[in-house]
């Protein structure tokens, strides 16, 4: 006859059974797990517990910040997550590898948009998937094909300057946080589909809506190209047309395709594009040795609005050299991106990672490094103007918030629309941080210079930023 252990007994052997296992588990990964010499806390190597509650909470940026100041370059993170914040870590994680697979997207990765009837747009496509789709669209992003819209582009801003002319007439702030998002998405869409649609909710969401508000986005994106691919004759210089009268591009993808697509370049494009005008506002209104010269650079090489093209801006250096150091400090994506390393391993920044571990850089880290910057957390456009000096020696490719490799994304759009928005602002207008009516939403970015972090859920977070405007007499 077996005899059966009495209840009690019966749960001790459980717990013991289960304390005893998760004990094996953590010695495994703190001495003998292949990632056990790569300094960090603790608990990061044996828990995924404190970089999944950084993640949700919208600090991820800010916690691996913390503690690559602490661990220095490479931290691991997870006990199968390397965080690194070198150049040469950039390079070999998402740049093209010499004689050897390329790392791919995480499992985790989410994006803006997912897949529709087992398809994919380009940001999601893997490996040889991924370079077809690349191949085919590529040629929408050359400076070629966007010279052609500068005609859309140009229309567009003029109507936000009137929009914010008549704001400064009114002697109302604006809130730049909102109308940067409205603007760069209506010019996205007019660009992706050739009309405007009605404004979508344009802040990044927290994980709870992000669901939702990616079905939305999508489902208003599909609907606006499904009818603009039916309208096919039409002769509008948007992607949809180019698309239409490129062969390769044409004949290499279906209407699914080209509307998940869309939807991608519309959403991601809005993003990066807002975020950046938000936070180059705030550091020019709270840098007064910076708006001062930048302001003069504009005022004195342009003497009527109608030359504030893209041809007489592109060439104002010092222009550039503030959005540049304005995308560094308040990168658009500030999340790390994941990448798993392919069979055969990899050595990153001098230290051997073995397959199926997941690396990434770290955004935030990496920009407020000093191991690339000098002054690091000091917005100083002075180190973007290649001269000598105390900046002579930063590693300016640490920076790279448009992506590098095979996966570089609409740098060449975003700088375009950034550097003609940001000449006519300074052109036509006095600006500064309201301290009225709206210091206290303001407060959420600080006034002395140096923001207050933000929260990031893949995203950069944007708080309500009200500016006052008064329109420069001439």
Known sequence: ???QFPPA????????????ALLIQIIQRLFFHPLCSAPGPWANSVSEIPATIALVTGNQHAYYRSIHEKYGPIVRVSPGELSFVSVEAREEIYGLRKGGLNMEKSAIFLGAVGSVEGQTGVSLALNAEHTRKRRVLGYLFTNTALLQHKSL??????????L????AAEDQPVDVSSWSATWTQGIRRLYGVGTLLEALATKLLVPAKAAQWRNTHLNNSRKKTAKRLADRDRKHTDFIYQILIHNEAKNSRSDTEIKLNMALFISAGTDTTATTLTGWTYYMCTHPAVYAPVVSEIRSCIADAEDIKWENVRNLRYLEATIHEALRLFPPSGASQQRIVPRGGATIDG?????GTTVAISPWASTRSKVNFHDPVDFCPERWLGEE???ANDRLGASLPFGTGPRVCGRNLAYMEM?????????SFDMAIDRGTYEGKNSAWGFEGRMKTQKVFHSMTKPELWVGLKEVER
């Open 419 to 427: 550097r003609l928005v940001a000449a006519h602002l300074l052109w």
């Open 389 to 391: 000096g105390e900046y």
């Open 164 to 167: 914010l002319k008549k704001k």
């Open 351 to 355: 230290f051997y990672v073995p397959a």
């Open 1 to 3: 006859m077996i005899s």
């Open 9 to 20: 007994l019966s749960a001790a052997t459980a717990a013991f059974l289960v304390v005893a």
């Open 153 to 162: 582009l140009q229309l567009h801003v003029n109507k936000l300057v009137a």
